[in-house]
């Protein structure tokens, strides 16, 4: 590595600029700076990149010899994930959802009261702030099962749920009826819900909002999202 821009990105593992700007206190222009004119930064940089990554002096300065001479100074540096192409992808660019091993019954309601995770999915951030939601941590993804909604959703379609949209209006939405979840629609009367499914097969039914609310019916959040195998 014969410039000093080449061995500055090989000690942060090709980091963005911004990122080695935070750790080095230093203006963003200041790192590009030493990137992109190779130019070698003042001697109080030097002492920090020396102090944080541990390499060795007369390399960092000339790029001669070894940059961990002592194996166990030698940081650990992660594989950068790709995609099917090779092509390196920014993981800061998506959320990852957790997907729950629970089965939201568009038939008849199945419900496993322990909500276990199952995995996640991820989610490009811009794309979920844009359409869906910020508040990322309010999300969740379940599987369908059943056939009361079919038209609009199907057995083991993957649905996204918004936590936070728990009023009753009309939409489609996650319901708790006693220990298990459904997913219908939802359209709001004066002092009532009225739940209906898309298949005809299955009876409409009430919930009547001017008594007490019973407390195991519960709106669980709003579907905004579902993925289907075609």
Known sequence: MKSFAERLT?????????????????????????????????????????????????????????????????PIFWKKPTDTKGNVIDIEEFVFIPYYDIQASAGSGLWANDEKQKNSLAFRRDWLGTFVSRNFEQLSVISVKGDSMSGVLEDRDTILIDHTQTQPQDGLFALRIGSDVFVKRVQRFPNSLFIKSANPEYEPFEINLSEETDESIAIIGKVVWLGRRI
Request: proline share 6%; charged share 30%.
């Open 10 to 74: 090989f000690l942060w593992n090709d980091a963005k600029p911004t990122q080695i700007a935070k750790d080095l206190n230093l203006s963003i222009s200041g790192v590009l700076r030493i990137i992109e004119k190779d130019t070698i930064p003042k001697a109080d940089t030097l002492i920090l990149i020396k102090k944080l990554k541990n390499c060795d002096w007369e390399w960092l300065m000339t790029g001669e010899g070894e940059p961990f001479p002592n194996s166990t100074d030698k």
